[in-house]
Structure formats: C-alpha cells, structure tokens
C-alpha cells in the first residue's frame, strides 16, 4: 500500500528532522537562543562520518559514536567563542552572531574541501526490503527509526533521570535562580549544547546513510526545517521537537507522494507561518506573557 | 547644521556625484566591469535603507527581505519582457506591487516579537521564492531572461528618491513614532501611537523600495533566478544594516558601498568573501555590535552635534 | 454629574487564574486616590485593564461616559487616560524633548506624505510640536536638557520626563505606577510636590499605585486597597490606616497558637 510506504519514509524523515530540532529546542530553552549553526552541525557529522565510515573503515555504529562525540564537542567550541559573550546582549545581535557563525562554517568546510558533494558507500546498512501489509519496507528505515528513537529515549532518561538533566531544567525555567541554587550554570549550557550537537551529528550520520549524498550546504534547508519542527511541537519543549518533528516528516511526504515535490520545502515554511500566527507557542506550549 | 541647508547640500553632493559618474561611464574610463559595481552598488544602497527603515528605525527584525526584491524584479520583468512596456513604469509597478506583499505578509506577522518575527519574515521570503520557482511563465528554475535597461541615469535618480523619502520619513512624527515603537513598543502604546499601523507602513515601505531595488536588479543581470533571492540574499542587505549601525542610514549606505566593493573585488573567490563576511559579522557583533555608525548619521559629525535621531 | 471614572465589577482571568476580580472603583473630577496593596495584588493588572492593555474578562470600565472595554492602549489614550510605568518606560535613543514631543502625536493631523513630500502642513504642525514640547519641558524644569539623550539623564530626572511626557497628552486622568520607587526621602518629598502642582495646574485626576506610605498617606484623599486581585477596603487615609483588613493584608494573619 503506497500510503503506508509514505507514512514510514515521512518517519524515517521525521526522525531526522526531530534530531536536529531537540537541539534547537534544548538551546533555546536554556538560552533564548536561535543557534543558526546547529543546521551546519548536522552537516558537519555527516562529513565526519563520513570520513569514518570511507577513511577509516569503521561500522555504523562506531561511526555514528564518534561523530557524536565530535560534533559535541564542536558545538561546545561554536558556543564558547562566539556565544557566550552574548548572553546579555540584544535578541538582534546574538541572532546575527548565530548566522554569521553558520555562514563560517558553511564556507569554511567549502573552503577546506571544495563544495562538491560526497557520496556515504552503500553497504554500512544491511539494506533488504521485506512485504508488509503489501508495501514494500527497507531494513533501512526501520533501523534509522530505531536508532532515532533509541537516541530520544536516552536523551529523555539524561533529562528526567540525572543531576544535569535536573540542571538543565532548572537553567531554563530560571537562569538566576538556578545560578543562585549552587548550579554552574556555564557548564550546564555547554552539556546542553554537547547534547544538541552530538543529536545533530547523528542525524547526520543517519541522514548520510538513509540519503547517501552529502555536500556542505546541506545543514541549511533540513536546518531550517528542524528549526519549524521544534516551533511546531512548542519551542524549549523536548518532546515537541519530536512531535513536530515526526509531523513535518510526514506531511512533507504527503506532499511530495500527492505530486507537488517542488513545493514541499514550501509545506514547511507555511506550517510555520500558520503556527505562528494562530499557536505560536506550538503544540504543548504554553502562553507567557511579557511583563508591562 | 540647519535643515534647509541639509537639503540642498545633499542635493548639490547628489548632483555632482550622479554628473562624475555619467561622465566617467559615457566616455568609457570607466569600463564595463567597473559601471556595472556602480549599479550594483545603488541598487544595494537602495536595499540597504529600505531595510533600515524596518530594522534600523522601527526595530522590526525582518530577515527576509530579498522575498520583496524578488517581487519587485519579477513583476517588473513581466511588465517590460511580457507586456512591453516602459522601463520606468515597470520599476514603479514592481515597486507598488512589492509593497503590496509587505503589506500581506506584514499584516499577519508583525504582531509576533523578535526571534519568532525573524522567523517568520525568512520563511515567507522562502515561500516567495518558491513561488517564483514554481511559475512557469517565469521560467521557473531556469529563469527569465530580462532585456538590459537599466542605466546609471534611473539607477541614480531611483537611489536619490529613496534616500529623500525615508530620510524625510524618518525626521517626522511618524519616524520619531516609529523611533518610539523600536524603544519601547509598550510606551509607544501608551502614548497614543498606533503601534500595528506604524510597523505594517513601515514594513510596506521598505518592500516597496525593495521592489523599486528589485526592478533595477532584474534589468541589469540580464537574467534572474529563483536562486538569486533566496535567505543569502536576506543576509546580504542584514549584513549592510547591522554593519552599518542599526539606526543609522548614513551607515547603511557606507557599508552598502564598502561590501559591494569588496564583495565585486572577491568576485572570483566567493568561499573567501563569505568567510571573510561571516567573520566580520561575528567579530563585529562581538566586539562592537553598534556597528559602524550607531544610531548617528554622517551629519552628525558637521555642526552642532545633534544626540537625538529623529529630532526636527 | 456623574464620576469621571467608573469601574464596576471587573477583573480578569489568565487560564484558571483570576488576577483581579469584582474590582469597583469610582473616581471624581479632580480627586487624587491611592491604590495600594501588599506585591502581586494586582494593581498594577488593574492599571493594564484600565489602559487597555488587558481586555477585562468580566466587568465595564466607563470614562467619562463612554466604555472602554476592548479598546485597545493608544485609543484609550486618545481619550484622556494617560499612564507611567513601574520600571521607567523612556524612549532611551531620543531626545528628551523628542520623548515630549511623541505625546503629542497623536494630535497632530498631517500625513506620511504629507512628510515625506514635505509639504507646509508637516512643517507647520512641527513647529507647533516643538513649541509645545519645550514649553512643556520648561514647566518640569527639563528644558535644559532638551537634547540630551533620554538615556542619559539621572534617575530623578527620568521619572520626572516620564510624568512631564505622560501630561503633555493632555489627559483628563493620570495613572502613576510606582512613581516614587527608587527615591530617597528628599526625592520622594519633591515628588509629592510636583503631584500636587500637576493636580491644579493641569485640573487633572490622578490614581496613583505606590508602596510608600508617607507619600500614599500624604498626598491621597482617598485610598483602595487590593489584595490577592481584590478590593478589601476603600476609603481615607484615616480609615485605611486603622483597618484591620489592611493591616492583616500588609502584615498576614495572626501566628496561630501551639496547641490550636
């Protein structure tokens, strides 16, 4: 059945999307922040992978490890050089430094490398397609779809189940009094940002495996999307950003399987807009206002 | 410095600019590669102040402008290309029509503040793209082929209109509104401005200078793509504002011309320019976020030293 | 003739929560009144709902015979109330006189293109707001400053431009949040000064919030008193400083005994 084919691709997708977006979500929870470069950071993990899997030879796995560890770290250095200073600064500046910081990292990798894309090596999958319900499924997706939701359910067990989880909670309901509770809260928002990153660098992996091609503008879009996503479910809310990013998946699957491929980058920039217009705090969000 | 003295200082520099230029082009000293900066260098200004006016003036944080450049270049390029019709109606139709769709796309989303009106602008200036890229009248992803009309003569005479009108604009009760919207929005409330009314006019004339700025584009390059409006672009005329100082058009215009310089300089290296452009951009958030100018314009630095933008 | 100010029954609910409820409160042409109340009782909600700012859940608020309900916070001012803000709401990058100058926007008729044209009617009304604002800031002793940055000033003056910039909209009620937070003795006492003089020279009503008992008892005639968003007394300065209702408010309930 074509529908249920659709519904597991906009999943496999979604899963996807809902990687990057908990790292949006997470960073703008802790730090009111639109981190721009976080789309870069899944392209960055994807290249490293890369580089693991083709240069190195190692397995999925492996692979996957140490571009998470990688892109961690990554995004720990994006937010000390250039973010940190901005914590009291204006909404403007700290959101231009975030664009300035992704067109440096896009630019950098093109300078480095060239700009010319890169194919993963077929095989790191196990790939066979197996009859369900008459559609035709690939191994693939559902080993994606399991890997991505392995990830979310570690990432809910550091959230709810450990000290920096709790910290991390704190710091984004009340930065002060979180500071004043004896938190560090320096260190809590760079293992946020580490979380996000290493999240970000397995959807690159994920997406270099699932898609195969991969090139250094590649964080901008799916970026983007991610970034939707996480509005979608409600900004600063983890299981939002994967809701909204398992619903974005999805319809723009719809989309593309009802013929109108060109438009379905459009189908997320219009979800946004309606989002925001009607439900701008997003599915689970809920309404603060500002204080006259 | 005295108004009236202003005025006419700024409309003898505008003549004497615009005759420097006609000269050095129409007897070839200046080459192609260097009449065609020129252009290239108004049109930017042009976007630069028009971006000014909704940023820098009314602290709307529009990140997607180059959505109304594309109106404002295709609409035009329908009008000359399609239905053959002047060049000057042209650029002034893409302008109105480019104003028109601030208009509807300011309506629903100027009520949303900050990151989430960011947000918002860039993906409608995505939609807006993809709209283009959609339309096969227009070529869809190849594009348009757009015949070269636009001369340094209209380019100059557009630019100098634009710089008129928003300046006037801004040193009136309706900048100084919109001056008291970007302050304190709330305050501005409550001192009886309507605050949705301010932000939606500015929004709209901007778009339309953007338009205005898109007509010259279109009719330069000699075709447009879908391609050539997208978020970069955004960030290109961002980049002028916020170098520039936000809140000040005098700033707006000298970073136009230095990043237009430097950028058509890098032409053959565009990896290093956006490098270059990022890093600029960071450090200069980082170290010194006011930007070139501030909020002071250029007039500010002659004469009694006025502290107050916006003041009669 | 009828109260300036008539407020019956209203309130607002935020989700479950009711912020200010079955607030009544009556105002006369002329009078000073203090609203006072223990933190988080409401009354600066109760300055939001009489503004606009909040469109009341329940209840009317009538000014001046016409209803305010829904109107939103530069049409109420349009029609004559006129508030400061608890944490100073200036225009920081303008002028102190452009910060004046904006109160009188609302008056002047001549378009945007009539700016941008800059045809007589644009210079014309300017002159008048510029006369208007420098004689207003003459009568705040702030002329001196007039082109310095907003910013700038100390923060006596800033409160002082803030009230000035309020006026000068020609209200016929003044709403004063909080104006004396902040002040020392001497600054509170100058303020009780310029609150009387605003009051005859400009015929004006004024409610004022404050948590400063000095000025509230000093200067009001009469006085309400909020807590937990409503009203549990209301009356002189006499009555509300013996009431054992305020008093509780202020100070909570009597500790209950060990073996209760």
Redesign the interface.
Known sequence: MEWLQQLINGISLGSIYALIALGYTMVYGIIKLINFAHGDVFMVGAFVGFYAIKGWGLGFFPALLFSMAFCAVFGVLIERIAYKRLRNATRIAALITAIGMSLLIEYGVIYARGAQPEAYPDNVLPSTTFNLFGAQINSQSLFILAVSLGLMIILQIIVHRTKVGKAMRAVSHDIDAARLMGINVDRTISYTFAIGSALAGAAGVIFGVYYTKIEPLMGIIPGLKAFVAAVLGGIGIIPGAMVGGLILGVVESIVSALGFSLWRDAAAFIILILILIFKPTGIFGK?T?EK? | MKKVTKFWLFLILAVVIYGIGQALIQTGILNAFYSNMLILMIINIILAVSLHLVIGITGQFSIGHAGFLAVGAYVSAIITMKFELPFVLAIIIGGIVAALAGLLVGIPTLRLRGDYLAIATLGFGEIIRIVFLNIEYVGGAAGMMVSNMTTWTSAFVCLVITIL?IS??TN??????C??IR??E??????????TFYKV?AFSIGSFFAGIAGGLFSHNFYIIQPTNFGFLKSFDILIFVVLGGL?SLSGSVIAAILLTVISTYLQQYPETRMIIYSVVLVVVMLYRPQGLMG?REITDFFGKK??????? | MGALLQVKSAGIQ??GLKAVSGFNMELNQGELVGLIGPNGAGK?TSF?LL?G?YVPTEGDILFDGKRLNGL???QV??NGI??T?QNI???????V??NV??????L?K?S?LS????LPS?FS??KV??EKSLEFLKIFQLDRFK???AKNLPYGQQRRLEIA??LA?SPKLLLLDEPAAGMNPQETHELMELIAFIRNQFDLTILLIEHDMALVMGICERIYVLDHGQLIAEGTPDVIRNHPKVIEAYLGEEVPSADA
């Open positions: 309404n206002r006259v | 009108v006037n604009f009136s009760r309706h900048g100084r509104a001056i008291a302050e304190n709330i305050a501005a409330d409550a001192m009886g401005i309507n605050t006019a809140g909020t006025k502290s107050a933008k916006g003041g009669i | 935020f989700g600066t939001n503004t700012v939103a916070p530069y001012t349009r006129s508030r803000f709401r200036l225009f920081s990058e303008l002028s006189l452009d100058k904006v109160a009188y926007h609302s002047a001549h945007i700016s941008i044209f800059r644009h009304e300017e707001m510029e082109d310095e940055k910039r309020a909209a």
